[in-house]
């Protein structure tokens, strides 16, 4: 019993080092205001916590905040291809600054305030050390939570539960969750929620309700990030439910936490200002062209598969909103290669073995995945 004990647990301290190495690499390399909007993210993560003195004060109307005034000197380099994160000033390291209103802050609830909550508690007085601790914190809450997971799961799900994340993760994933971006959030949130609903189903005893509790805070991490993660949320029981599907009376009295889970995101989706801005056409691009309804769908029918591909890092049509950064940042082919063919084997290799759960499950998150974003394209004009 014991032998067996310690490789796991060596096994886990080697990976979460790794892992937390991996994703510290590319916290310390990107400079303060890389992520996409990191001047809103860092505005309202110093808000996050309520006013608090030389941090962030009240503004002049219910949008505004008195803000770090070096947020704007941060993103100086921002869709500016020859300009580098230098254009910040020699000074910009020292991290000091005064306080400015802005209305670039979360101040109505445009995005749920989970994640600017948590991560104001690292805020403080130096924005890039402040910023730096935001990261490695995000790192390692990643870490420790997937390997916690992969150590709960029975065998048979810890296959599926790593392919997916190795598939999927670069090069977004291991940007966007050490960041102080709340996509990071629902991306940890999409990876580890239908893994844990399916062992929290599928096992028994002590582990079963262990791996409840990690469904639980993997819901929270989606809903407290994204008005639109709370969808993606929904997608996930749904199709856990299907696949952990059994006629039992356990079956049914289990399900009851996956049930509210739904409910808990339906109403984190239809109350965020962010889905209702969203599904009323309000982040329509500034000068967006006016196609045709019609249009549009056909339009983006056919450019949908470019949408999921540029998770890896394609950019076929050269368009300036691709890669890293704010979407300023095209990846070389020497990424997107190698992303692609480890994304289409974990894809065929799933492929391989169908049964009638799977296939009810994986036509509903198809379904889910062409609707949703069709559905936030065509309302908001983008073609």
């Excluded at 310690?6 to 890389?34: E, I, K, N, Q, Y």
């Excluded at 400015?100 to 508690?121: A, C, D, I, M």
């Excluded at 690292?122 to 924005?127: I, Y």
């Excluded at 509790?213 to 993606?232: E, I, M, N, P, T």
């Amino acid at each position: 019993r014991y032998p067996l004990a310690r490789p796991r647990a060596g096994f886990a301290v080697l990976t979460l080092v790794l892992m937390v190495s991996t994703f510290g690499a590319w916290a310390l390399s990107s400079p303060v205001g890389s992520s996409p909007d990191e001047d809103f993210h860092l505005a309202s993560i110093w808000c996050g916590n309520g006013e608090r003195e030389g941090l962030c004060a009240p503004g002049s109307s219910a949008e505004s905040r008195m803000v770090p005034d070096n947020i704007e000197r941060a993103i100086c380099y921002a869709h500016e291809p020859a300009t580098s994160a230098a254009c910040q000033g020699d000074d910009f390291s020292d991290g000091s600054f005064g306080l400015q209103e802005s209305e670039r802050v979360n101040g109505s609830g445009l995005y749920p305030s989970g994640f600017y909550f948590w991560t104001s508690l690292l805020a403080g007085d130096n924005m890039v050390v402040s910023t730096l601790l935001i990261r490695m914190s995000q790192a390692l809450l990643f870490s420790v939570l997937s390997i916690g997971l992969w150590l709960l799961l029975p065998r048979s799900g810890r296959v599926a539960y790593t392919a997916g994340i190795v598939a999927t993760f670069v090069p977004f994933g291991v940007f966007l969750i050490p960041s102080l971006n709340p996509s990071g959030w629902a991306i940890s949130s999409a990876a580890m929620l239908i893994p844990a609903l399916l062992g929290y189903l599928t096992t028994s005893g002590i582990r079963s309700w262990v791996l409840g509790g990690f469904a639980v805070l993997a819901a929270l991490l989606g809903v407290g990030a994204r008005g639109d993660s709370a969808a993606y949320t929904v997608v996930a029981v749904l199709a856990a439910l299907v696949l952990g599907f059994e006629a039992s009376r356990q079956f049914w009295l289990r399900a009851i936490l996956p049930v509210a889970l739904i409910l808990i995101a339906a109403i984190a989706f239809l109350s965020a200002d962010q889905t209702g801005s969203a599904l009323g056409g309000g982040m329509a691009i500034g000068g967006a062209e006016e196609i045709p309804k019609r249009a549009l769908i056909v339009i983006n029918l056919i450019d949908l598969p470019e949408l999921y591909f540029g998770v890896l890092g394609q950019n076929f049509d050269g368009s300036p909103y691709s890669g890293l950064g704010w979407l300023d940042t095209p990846m070389p082919a020497l990424v997107w290669l190698p992303t692609t063919f480890v994304f289409a084997g974990v894809l065929f290799a799933g492929l391989a073995r169908f049964d009638w759960r799977k296939s009810i499950a994986l036509l509903g998150v198809g379904l889910a995945a062409v609707a949703i974003p069709m559905l936030l394209l065509v309302q908001n004009g983008v073609g």
